[in-house]
């Protein structure tokens, strides 16, 4: 079974390689796409339905060999329960990304071209999450960053070029600081390899060099997530991306910044992670109130909601800061339920524009559920499961980061984090703010004069979409199903009973 992990590689790539020597019209280049990533979604589910929940603490379809002997570097890969939903939901919005391209033609022309990007990106994605070895997780989690440019000042808005360039300076910065601090923890250890590394929770790496290790370590993959104040490129990037990019960005992208804490920050190197968790929470709170209160002043539909990712991902941070099995839990299920609903707002945020000509909710005017009621109610179904209502996806994430700072882990000020719990706690009174207020202003009313070019979903949107409120409505009524996968690998971590 361990195929099916380099077909989840394999097929993207060749798929991206073939479109170099592919010279067919456009007509029949776009079916390619939803073609290619098709498979790779096939191979996922495949690699899903093969998985033995029984051992989800443990890496499983392994692939294990030297890649540069003299170093001691292996191209080591496998799956275990914290990347699985990472796989697969990486793989469903990249499907749904190229299925709704079937019918949306980027604005830029190209379609072989972002084609080929978006493959090239789903290779990066992936193998993030696949990586066993330090230097294989380094070279993916860069792989997505030049592809990702592209989308963005080839097929983006009009200030795409600058969007672009300060995505790509900001995360190069960040990725830069990443790798001193993996090269310190291989200086200590003499390995790269991540499951020796998580084993040995912390042994033969100094005090003193586990703080050092988790600040450049943390910083680095803080930038992705992205924590406040390190936010400031996301909010450009996404209103000026494409949707399919957008989508991505938010759907994939800041997750592997997460990923990261869990994967290698908290369990490699777990004395730096106590001594900087407060610090980490302290960062977290704050992006929560600063992105809600910036989503009250934005006058751009699509601005509105990047920010509004700033405080998601706050919750996921403060999750990961409390350090105990609950927080961890909830920022992994956080970061699959943000994935699915920021995902369905990004789209349904695309198609607005589309229809409108702009995204300013000053220029949409009121009454979009009478004009438009199928796009109209899938706004606000996006946006009441964003809010964190109780029965959807979006709820159980936040509530449980919010659980775990109400008993972190011992060694932390559980007063100081209650001081978090409240800030949260006062986040999510101002997201339903945000979102209410939009709602209001967007949804509700009577329309004003007709505005050309209308028309309600079609029938690809559809196809596009549904899968995503399926499974933001399936999670959000059994949480179990994605926190029984979890949980293992998560205790595994932090060498919990």
Not at 311 to 323: E, Y
């Amino acid at each position: 079974m361990s195929a099916i992990v380099i077909g989840l590689l394999a097929v993207p790539l060749a798929g991206a390689a073939v479109l170099l020597l592919l010279t067919r019209p456009a007509r029949l280049l776009r079916w390619y796409g939803p073609a290619v990533s098709g498979v790779t979604l096939v191979l996922a589910l495949v690699l899903a339905g093969s998985f033995d929940y029984g051992r989800a603490a443990r890496a499983q379809f392994e692939i294990d060999h030297a890649w540069i002997p003299g170093l001691d570097l292996r191209f080591h890969l496998g799956v275990d329960g914290v990347s699985l939903p990472l796989v697969v939901l990486t793989a469903l919005l990249t499907f749904l990304c190229f299925l709704y391209l079937v019918r949306h033609r980027p604005e830029g022309g190209r379609s072989g071209a972002l084609a080929f990007t978006l493959l090239v990106l789903e290779v990066g994605m992936i193998g993030t999450f696949l990586a066993l070895d330090l230097l294989l997780f380094f070279v993916f989690f860069e792989i997505v960053l030049i592809p990702m440019y592209f989308v963005i000042a080839i097929w983006g808005g009009k200030e795409r070029r600058g969007a672009a360039v300060k995505f790509i300076l900001y995360t190069l910065l960040g990725s830069a600081v990443l790798l001193l601090g993996l090269l310190l923890i291989w200086a200590h250890t003499g390995t790269l390899d991540m499951v020796r590394l998580a084993g040995a929770h912390g042994a033969g790496i100094p005090r003193a060099a586990q703080i050092l290790a988790f600040l450049a370590v943390g910083v680095g993959l803080a930038v992705k997530a992205p924590m406040w104040p390190l936010h400031t490129w996301l909010p450009a990037a996404h209103t000026e991306a494409p949707t399919v990019g957008s989508v991505l960005l938010a759907g994939v992208l800041l997750k592997m910044g997460t990923y990261g804490f869990v994967r290698i920050a908290i369990p490699v190197l777990p004395e730096g992670a106590a001594v900087l968790a407060p610090w980490l929470g302290a960062f977290a709170v704050v992006g929560i109130v600063y992105g809600s209160l910036a989503c009250l002043a934005q006058r751009d539909l699509k601005r509105m909601i990047a920010y509004s990712s700033v405080g998601h991902m706050g919750f996921v941070l403060l999750g990961l800061a409390t350090l105990t099995p609950v927080g961890m839990n909830a920022a992994l299920f956080g970061n699959i339920a943000h994935g699915l609903i920021t995902g369905l707002l990004f789209f349904v945020a695309g198609a607005i524009k589309e229809r409108y000509g702009t995204s300013e909710m000053s220029r949409l005017g009121g009454g979009m559920l009478a004009r438009l009621p199928y796009l109209g109610s899938l706004l606000t179904f996006a946006c009441v499961a964003s809010l964190g209502l109780p029965g959807l996806a979006g709820f159980w994430g936040e509530m449980l980061a919010l659980l775990g700072a109400f008993h972190p882990a011992p060694g932390l000020s559980r007063p100081l984090f209650l001081v978090f719990m409240v800030v949260g706690g006062i986040g999510t009174v101002l997201t339903a703010a945000y979102f209410l207020l939009m709602l209001s202003r967007v949804t509700h009313g009577r329309p004003d004069e007709p505005v050309p070019r209308l028309g309600d979903v079609s029938p690809y949107e559809l196809a596009a979409w549904t899968p995503l409120v399926v499974l933001t409505v399936a999670l959000g009524l059994w949480p179990k199903a994605l926190l029984a996968v979890t949980d293992p690998a998560v205790r595994a971590f932090l060498g919990a009973p």
